[in-house]
């Protein structure tokens, strides 16, 4: 009956301990560099598909792009052209584009500041940000990632920024 009872309370603790790890690791450093991770994927994902020249459904599209939705959620869009021409186009995300919904699945961690619209139009791609692609200067764009209750700051923020050189950092 001791032996049962000893082995008990060590399965138990181990059971503590794990759970207790678990639920830190999700609100660890790590977990919110691997959300900044998948974003910078999301978007150069959408910077190859420009520079691959893909279409959409089999229609040929002006670009693609990523548009902020709210703190949790964004989306991936492709830009048809209009009446018939890109060149008569905006680069910003309207209702009516195709789009992919994309949504941070840990829900510790959010977008913590709104973004600008950030796309990509082929063959470069030229990298578009609040439908501008000024290289002098440099317009760039940040994606911040951090605890859903906490304020951005050095040691508690991921930051991606985004240029319209075309560059994708992560700090």
Do not use: W
Request: aromatic share 10%; with cysteine; charged share 15%.
């Amino acid at each position: 009956m001791i032996e049962l009872a000893i082995v008990f309370g060590v399965v138990s603790l181990l059971s503590v301990l794990f759970i207790y790890n678990f639920r830190e690791a999700a609100t660890s450093a790590t977990a919110r560099n691997q959300i900044a991770s998948i974003i910078v994927s999301d978007i150069r994902r959408a910077q190859s598909m420009a520079l691959a020249g893909s279409n959409r459904e089999g229609q040929i599209v002006c670009g693609f792009g990523i548009h902020y939705i709210n703190s949790y959620s964004y989306i991936l869009y492709s830009k048809m052209p209009s009446g018939g021409s890109c060149a008569l186009a905006t680069r910003n995300y309207s209702s009516g584009d195709p789009f992919e919904t994309r949504i941070i699945d840990n829900t510790n961690f959010r977008i913590g500041s709104i973004f600008a619209d950030i796309f990509f139009e082929p063959p470069d791609p030229k990298t578009y940000i609040n439908n501008s692609a000024v290289l002098l200067p440099e317009t760039t764009t940040t994606i911040n990632v951090v605890l859903k209750n906490q304020p951005c700051t050095g040691a508690t923020c991921t930051i991606v920024t985004v240029s319209t050189r075309g560059s994708v950092d992560v700090n």
